[in-house]
């Protein structure tokens, strides 16, 4: 597996369009420099265009992947989001407008040594974690920058840290990344990934550079590849798709999906 460009060749993590307030609420992913797109899959916005009428609830689904956000008005408030196993809802103020740079599976410990575990399934300052980070966040970014100046911005900083990064190209996590990604999760831990490393090995791998187990991230990436694959609820019912999936029945699909979406995928796909 050539690492680490490979990840974003066969892993596209996929957030669901705003809906809830589509006309006052704007969510869009915009690329970082072609030299850091190994590492971060995008940089992402989400604003108001006006102020709301009630406070909105903003639901992330499990990705695989770690984020650090921040309040453009206020970016002294920076945030790091770890590896989730199930859906966040945040509910936000009437008016934000929010930054975030969303790092391909296993990028975020890379870049900064951080363990994964420690920010699974939570967020946290991001000062208590990378304070260097923090503060060039505090100290560079304000409300009236345009989304190119937030780029170019952003591209300077990741640009300059990476160049100073020893990457670790350990074969055993990344060639059991590899059969996860391509095929798409659907595997079996015991029998698939049996690569000449211990169970207790991988498992450390795993959870150092993801946040959590190779059985729960191939859970997401098989999630993942649902999403991406847009199925309508009639197609869902009459294809069958959740046992193409690894899926013992039905209600074992609606179950974990429900887990990591927050809805139901009738709801989700409702068309």
């Known amino acids: 597996?050539?690492?680490?460009?490979?990840?974003?060749?066969?892993?596209h993590?996929?957030?669901?369009?705003?809906r809830q307030s589509a006309e006052h609420v704007i969510y869009t992913e915009?690329?970082?420099?072609?030299?850091?797109?190994?590492?971060?899959?995008?940089?992402?916005?989400?604003?108001?265009?006006?102020?709301?009428?009630?406070?909105f609830n903003y639901r992330v689904v499990a990705d695989g992947c770690i984020d650090i956000y921040f309040e453009l008005d206020n970016p002294k408030e920076n945030y790091v989001m770890g590896f989730c196993k199930k859906?966040?809802?945040?509910?936000?103020?009437?008016?934000?407008?929010?930054?975030?740079?969303?790092?391909?599976?296993?990028?975020?410990?890379?870049?900064?040594?951080?363990?994964?575990m420690e920010l699974s399934n939570r967020y946290e300052h991001l000062h208590s974690v990378v304070p260097l980070l923090s503060?060039?966040?505090?100290?560079?970014?304000?409300?009236?920058?345009?989304?190119?100046?937030?780029?170019?911005?952003?591209?300077?900083?990741?640009?300059?840290?990476?160049?100073?990064?020893?990457?670790?190209h350990d074969k055993r996590l990344y060639g059991a990344m590899e059969i996860i990604l391509k095929n798409f999760g659907v595997i079996d831990i015991e029998k698939d990934l049996n690569n000449g490393v211990s169970t207790r090995q991988l498992r450390r791998l795993f959870e150092f550079y993801i946040g959590d187990t190779a059985k729960t991230f191939s859970k997401v990436v098989r999630f993942q590849n649902i999403l991406k694959a847009k199925p309508?609820?009639?197609?869902?019912?009459?294809?069958?798709l959740f046992f193409d999936v690894g899926y013992y029945d039905q209600s074992h699909f609606i179950k974990e999906f429900k887990n990591f979406y927050g809805v139901t995928p009738s709801k989700a796909f409702g068309r």
């Open 1 to 11: 597996m050539n690492i680490p460009t490979e990840i974003r060749t066969l892993y």
């Open 13 to 18: 993590p996929v957030q669901p369009t705003v």
């Open 30 to 55: 915009f690329l970082p420099d072609l030299q850091l797109q190994p590492f971060i899959y995008c940089y992402w916005q989400l604003k108001t265009t006006q102020p709301l009428s009630a406070q």
């Open 87 to 116: 859906f966040t809802e945040f509910p936000l103020d009437h008016t934000f407008n929010y930054v975030g740079v969303r790092f391909l599976p296993t990028m975020f410990p890379q870049l900064f040594g951080i363990n994964a």
């Open 135 to 168: 503060d060039f966040i505090a100290g560079n970014f304000n409300e009236f920058q345009s989304q190119e100046e937030i780029k170019m911005v952003l591209d300077q900083c990741f640009l300059d840290h990476v160049a100073q990064i020893t990457f670790d």
């Open 232 to 240: 309508s609820s009639q197609s869902l019912r009459q294809n069958k």
